[in-house]
């Protein structure tokens, strides 16, 4: 997956490497994508816009099909709610 949003956004992307912690949804991967958030390296609106940018790619391309991309989606959704209300478990 993180091979597809640098093929968007370039190598050592924050977007990419956030989005790919965030797909993993470990608990420090998905601190590690709040860090970039709040240290300004990752914007929530440009994450989303990745995001959709990519979603039919992980739908259509069949390096891709073990990733679910509405799952993905989801997981996306929820890391962005939890950005503005950081109470998640």
């Known amino acids: ?5 640098r093929s968007v956004r370039g190598p050592d992307d924050p977007y990419s490497q ?7 949804g ?10 970039l958030v709040s240290g300004g390296w990752a914007d929530p609106v440009q994450l989303r816009a990745l995001l959709l940018q990519i979603r039919e790619r992980l739908v259509t391309d069949t390096a891709y099909v073990a990733l679910d991309a509405d799952a993905f989606e989801e997981k996306v959704r929820v890391f962005l709610a939890s950005l503005e209300s950081p109470t998640d478990a």
């Open 1 to 5: 997956m993180v091979e597809l949003a």
């Open 18 to 24: 956030a989005l790919a912690k965030i797909e993993r």
């Open 26 to 35: 470990h608990r420090q991967d998905l601190d590690d994508a709040r860090a």
